[in-house]
């Protein structure tokens, strides 16, 4: 069964760039037709779709945070990459990544998720 494992710094200054990394065992990430999401849940709000990367490497962006995402992978590691840049304190949230169907989806199978705060 696969299972993904978020990771994150936990603190981030703002102005400064987030980097998360999401490792998944139990598949490939290059197997399938699959969509890799990443996906955040800001303190008291709903789910947000960031950004994906598909099982053949195609990058999708949520179009307020396209200037800002970078999703990538590192297909060695098995592991899935964002990067957010210029964080403020609104990007506070959990961030989660998750395998799913369709692009865009804030469900399918998700993991955990790792906390970052921004702030001074």
């Known amino acids: 069964q696969v299972q993904l494992v978020e990771s994150g710094p936990g603190l981030v200054n703002p102005s400064q760039t987030l980097y998360l990394t999401c490792t998944v065992s139990g598949d490939s990430i290059t197997a399938g037709v699959y969509f890799w999401n990443w996906i955040r849940q800001p303190p008291g709000k709903g789910l947000e779709w960031m950004a994906a990367?598909?099982?053949?490497?195609?990058?999708y962006y949520s179009p307020p945070l396209k200037k800002r995402s970078t999703v990538s992978r590192v297909t060695a590691m098995n592991q899935i990459t964002l990067q957010l840049d210029s964080v403020t304190p609104e990007d506070t949230a959990r961030y989660f990544c998750?395998?799913?169907?369709?692009?865009?989806?804030?469900?399918?199978?998700r993991g955990q998720g790792t906390q970052v705060t921004v702030s001074s």
């Open positions: 990367i598909s099982s053949s490497g195609a990058t």
């Open positions: 998750a395998r799913d169907v369709q692009v865009g989806s804030t469900g399918g199978i």
